[in-house]
């Protein structure tokens, strides 16, 4: 294949100087297993990615001030992506690099020598024993290139195009998923908010409650067990405990939201909030508008197409390179007049090298790119699967919240009953005071288990958009 390869190369070579021939595979994306629907599609509301789709400011639908107001920091001041931003520049940079390759390479050369000694005079005629010097001079420009006659070259910019297309995706994934996390992060901060809310509404009642079971005790209608005084004293300093606990998480909550927008924890004041973010409705799509929304699927893809090109650079490495090399300038002693039609000197040459004998390394060269070049194509599959993969998993965690999120109400408006049927009785002497506790431990449990649903709905919902794309598409990749 490659003396048929040099032959067809070799018969066109009135163009060769030009053009050349490019050796090595031409890339195509392998195909993918896309199903049809999502598995959780069902309830779910269709869409393409040029309508209803998460668009770039994807977090304004769940109108929380605090994201709206941070969101935009992640891609200026958060480091993570700042690194990634810098990995892209170095990126673009060496597509120019690789590129200012198919060019000659030309420069300018000045000399100016004095030589002296016995036996000169200023003409530099040899005299005898006088002593005298001259001074010699000459100026070249050279010009140097190497003809692209097998595509190398070309086959190098193509692998740094694709890696730097790469790296521009995989910027475009780390702004997500730290615009993601920020989403999270705040969404885990209002949770706390809430529960401290809800923790400092308990520490009330359990007052309260010590307040009746102390009254009961000193009015002497019901016999009160000292007891049932201890297990509200205990229950009331256990829930103050547990409310000075959540100052704890809510610090290291606002703490890491200020790393993420790039600023120090003591810059950054975030107040108490008593509202939740809102439940946005995310429309879904079809799972092959994941190949094109993904940054993670167009990194891998294009990571494969870059893999691609190395192919052709090492079997480009089989045949001769010809570097082409010319001058042209003027060289006088004396120096005077140095630049005459009489002192210019000219040179050009062409060089041919090809290697005879390797024992292999350039066949192992080679099967090595071709094997990378699979690693990528299993890569970039095993990306598109999870890919679908977290979509479903999302979908489904959505979907099955949303129904524990209804049997919570139920229970925690039974339970608030329940607890005021239990004090109530205890008023009444019917029941003690221990029915009194559980019926007070069981509202709480069910209160924050009902608040820790739609934190994590919340958070589904943030996982869902990020996994979606978060509005990002790969018709947004540069051309370098």
């Given amino acids: 294949m490659i003396h048929i390869r040099l032959k067809m190369c070799l018969f066109g070579s009135l163009g060769a100087l030009l053009g ?15 199903p049809g629907q999502y598995k ?17 400011d994807w977090w304004i639908d769940f109108h929380d001030s605090l994201l709206d107001q941070l969101e935009p920091m992640v891609a200026v001041s958060n480091q993570t992506v700042r690194q990634d931003y810098e990995n892209y520049q170095q990126a673009l940079a060496e597509v120019k690099v690789a590129r200012a390759q ?32 001259i001074t010699a001079g000459s100026l070249e420009a050279t010009a140097s290139w190497t003809p692209d006659i097998w595509g190398r070259v070309r086959r190098l910019i193509e692998e740094n195009a694709a890696l730097a297309q790469a790296d521009e995706a995989t910027l475009a994934n780390a702004t997500l998923s730290e615009r993601t996390l920020l989403a999270t992060t705040v969404i885990e901060l209002r949770l706390t908010d809430a529960d401290i809310d809800l923790q400092q509404k308990t520490v009330e009642a359990y007052k309260e409650a010590l307040r009746v079971v102390q009254a009961q005790g000193t009015s002497g209608i019901t016999a009160t067990p000292p ?10 300093e256990t829930a103050e405990a547990a409310l000075i606990n959540l100052g704890v998480a809510r610090a290291q909550y606002a703490h890491a939201i200020a790393v993420l927008v790039g600023k120090n924890p003591e810059d950054l004041d975030i107040p108490h909030s008593t509202v939740m973010p809102t439940l946005p409705t995310v429309p879904v799509g079809v799972p092959s508008t994941l190949l094109q929304r993904r940054p993670d699927i167009a990194t891998a893809e294009r990571t494969m197409a870059a893999q691609n090109a190395t192919i052709g650079i090492a079997v480009a490495a089989y045949y001769p390179t010809i570097p082409l090399s010319a001058a042209a300038g003027f060289s006088q002693s004396p120096l005077d007049g140095l630049l005459h039609t009489a002192n ?26 071709k094997a990378a070049y699979e690693t990528a194509v299993a890569n970039y599959r095993n990306t598109v699967l999870n890919a679908f993969a977290d979509v479903e998993n999302d979908l489904s965690g959505l979907r099955i919240l949303a129904d524990e999120a209804q049997a919570l109400d139920l229970a925690v408006r039974d339970a608030v009953r329940g607890t005021a049927i ?6 009444a002497g019917t029941v003690d005071y221990t029915t009194v506790a559980a019926a007070q431990e069981t509202q709480l449990s069910n209160q924050q288990n009902a608040l820790s649903v739609q934190e994590s ?7 869902l958009i990020g996994d979606l794309g978060g509005g990002w598409s790969a018709s947004q990749l540069h051309n370098p």
């Fill in 20 to 34: 050349g021939c490019v050796v090595g595979p031409n890339y195509h994306r392998p195909p993918v297993p896309v």
């Fill in 40 to 56: 959780e599609l069902p309830g779910w509301a269709a869409a393409t990615p040029e309508d209803a789709a998460p668009k770039g």
């Fill in 227 to 236: 007891s049932a005084v201890i297990t509200a004293q205990v229950a009331l």
């Fill in 422 to 427: 239990a004090l109530a009785e205890f008023q």
């Fill in 457 to 463: 709905r919340l958070a589904d919902a943030v996982a």
């Fill in 102 to 133: 198919l060019f000659p390479t030309i420069g300018i050369t000045g000399s100016v020598t004095k030589v002296g000694g016995s036996g000169y005079n200023a003409t530099g005629v040899t005299t005898g024993p006088a002593v005298g010097s």
């Fill in 344 to 369: 210019r000197v000219w040179s050009i040459g062409a060089t041919g090298t090809e290697t005879v004998l390797d024992f292999g390394e350039r066949h192992a060269e080679v099967q090595a790119a």
